[in-house]
């Protein structure tokens, strides 16, 4: 699938958002008052900067930073540079954040971000100046315990650590070492958490886990599809391949491929690594994007980009189960084809919240200027997602509602909570 595609398959995805809120918002009966705050965005930062090319022209861009809710804690959400990242995007990437946090009960808010470009046409010091402008640009529209960024599609530690250098030099230098945590996902020598490049991929492995306890299902012999190989996609992999589970078919910006006798996910991702993605992968087949999807296999684990599974593609899924690694893979006909087909859900705002949830720890230990093991960082995002993952499920089965709706009703009756005691100013 290429871009053009992906733009037209989207749609406007906030509208799907909207959709999916209004469900969850009238089980719970929510508060009238608390539905309009919840359904608009607090800040839309819309920023135009220059910057000088390596040819010696110059470019201007255009950067995004949506600060969709922070009544539970400072807004918090990834950075996208990727040629359709828009306002209508962003909002909804910073929307489903909001309702992240509040599901997995941590103390953030909802923001999200980026630029609209295609990294990949330009050089590694014009993606450092185009960084470094960008966070110039947003000036204290970010901060520490304000609004605190992390990866997403196309951006990485590297570019975590060119912000944090870029925010931390506009500031006293008497405040520059208790900032740290104006970015997560940093480098390890830049005050990055251990275990958070491979957080949302853990954390989506944690929630599959979950889901075969409660269906007695043996994921030593489950065979899995992964969508996207980048971050998510590949930690994802990697992870399952260690349970036993077997890798039939992956789809990248670059091309589909395709082993019935597997593909082993760390060799894929040495190769992306050196050719930056997996066409041309040896030993396996390419094929086009219809058989991809309609590969028979137990899990698909979508995790590129928003409106992948809708009312034309979702027909043709032969999996069990979809785990959302990417935001918003499914939109609300999607949803209901896969309900109708009986296929489960984890959905994206429980099933990719590892990233956020390592993020927040990342936050904690810069705060405290500590550095915590990995043993303690993976035991601690097991027990938050698997306690989300449980407090979800009684409310599906309480209710009989679909997933996305349940894990929905257990964010908003959170925030709901917090409106009602704290009321609204003045
Ligand atoms: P990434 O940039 O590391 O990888 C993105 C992958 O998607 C790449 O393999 C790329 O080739 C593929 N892709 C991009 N456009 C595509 C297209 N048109 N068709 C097919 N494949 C395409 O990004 P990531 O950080 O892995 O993020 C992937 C998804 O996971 C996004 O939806 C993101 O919002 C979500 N997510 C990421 C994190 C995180 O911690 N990085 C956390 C939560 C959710």
């Not at 993020?359 to 093991?373: A, G, I, T």
Request: proline share 5%; glycine share 8%.
């Amino acid at each position: 699938m290429n871009v053009q595609t992906a733009k037209k398959l989207k749609g406007s995805v906030y509208e799907n958002v909207l959709r999916q809120f209004d469900r969850a918002a009238d089980l719970i009966k929510l508060d009238d008052g608390v539905r309009k705050i919840l359904r608009t965005t607090k800040n839309e930062i819309i920023v135009h900067f220059p910057v000088r090319m390596d040819d010696g022209r110059v470019e201007v861009f255009t950067g995004y930073r949506v600060q969709h809710n922070d009544i539970l804690g400072p807004f918090k959400g990834g950075l996208r540079f990727h040629p359709a990242v828009d306002i209508d995007e962003v909002r909804s990437l910073a929307t489903w954040m909001t309702w992240k946090s509040a599901i997995v009960n941590i103390p953030f808010g909802g923001a999200k971000g980026g630029i609209q470009m295609d990294p990949s046409k330009y050089s590694i010091k014009e993606i450092e100046r185009i960084t470094r402008r960008f966070t110039f640009a947003l000036g204290f529209n970010i901060g520490p315990e304000y609004d605190i960024p992390a990866p997403d599609v196309n951006t990485n530690p590297q570019i975590m650590a060119w912000i944090l250098d870029t925010y931390l030099s506009t500031v006293a230098p008497g405040d520059r070492q208790r900032s740290t945590h104006v970015v997560t996902g940093k480098p390890l020598e830049s005050g990055g958490s251990i275990g958070r490049d491979k957080a949302t991929g853990q954390g989506v492995v944690f929630c599959i886990e979950e889901w075969a306890k409660e269906k007695n299902f043996d994921l030593s012999k489950a065979t899995y599809i992964v969508q996207g190989f980048g971050n998510v996609g590949s930690w994802t992999a990697k992870l399952l391949k260690r349970l036993g589970a077997k890798l039939l078919a992956v789809e990248d910006v670059t091309g589909i491929i395709h082993d019935p006798k597997g593909i082993d996910p760390e060799v894929l991702a040495e190769f992306v690594a050196e050719k930056k993605g997996i066409r041309g992968f040896p030993g396996a087949k390419e094929i086009d994007h219809d058989t991809f999807l309609q590969t028979e296999a137990d899990i698909f684990i979508p995790a590129a980009l928003e409106n992948q599974i809708t009312a034309e593609t979702a027909p043709k899924l032969k999996v069990k189960l979809v785990a959302e690694g990417a935001n918003g893979p499914t939109d609300t006909d999607g949803d209901a084809v896969l309900q109708e087909k009986k296929i489960d859900v984890i959905p994206d705002v429980l099933c990719n919240s590892g990233g956020v949830i390592v993020s927040y720890f990342e936050w904690l230990q810069n705060k405290r200027s500590e550095f915590w093991e990995l043993e303690e960082v993976d035991y601690k995002l097991r027990k938050k997602i698997t306690t989300a993952y449980q407090k979800v499920a009684d409310v599906r089965n309480t209710l009989k509602t679909d997933p996305r709706t349940a894990a929905l009703m257990v964010g908003l009756l959170n925030l709901d909570k917090s409106y009602k005691l704290r009321g609204i100013y003045p």
